[in-house]
């Protein structure tokens, strides 16, 4: 079962950037496509973004902004997200989730992923 660990959050002040980092065992991640997740306080778990196991990225919702960039490094077995212009907004839970398949979703919902990790948290205030 693929295991999955978030790391890279913590606090920012609005204005400023996080990389987030998601991994697992080298050379597995390329197995799957693999999608950011957040859950912000009031409101349901919503897609962020997805990468396919050749690196092309699909943006969702905030990240279709461009202060967000997906990426990952099959052979060190990560995924990262970058997060630029940070708002108060952005505040909250981070998680990482793998997709049995090569290729992102059209739409981001859970049941299209299969694995996930435990989160990290996200604070942007000053």
């Known amino acids: 079962q693929l295991q999955l660990v978030e790391s890279g959050g913590g606090l920012v002040q609005p204005g400023g950037s996080l990389r987030l980092s998601c991994a697992a065992p080298a050379f597995t991640l390329g197995l799957y496509a693999i999608g950011w997740f957040r859950q912000v306080p009031g409101k349901e778990r919503e897609g962020v973004a997805c990468?396919?196991?050749?690196?092309?990225?699909?943006y969702y919702l905030v990240s279709k902004e461009g202060r967000f960039n997906i990426s990952r490094d099959n052979a060190k077995g990560t995924v990262y997200l970058q997060m630029n212009t940070l708002k108060p907004e952005d505040t909250g839970i981070y998680y990482c989730?793998?997709?049995?398949?090569?290729?992102?979703?059209?739409?981001?919902?859970?049941?299209?992923?299969?694995?996930w990790g435990q989160g990290t948290q996200v604070n942007v205030s000053s």
């Open positions: 990468t396919n196991d050749k690196n092309s990225p699909t």
């Open positions: 989730a793998a997709r049995s398949s090569y290729f992102c979703p059209s739409t981001m919902s859970f049941d299209r992923f299969d694995y």
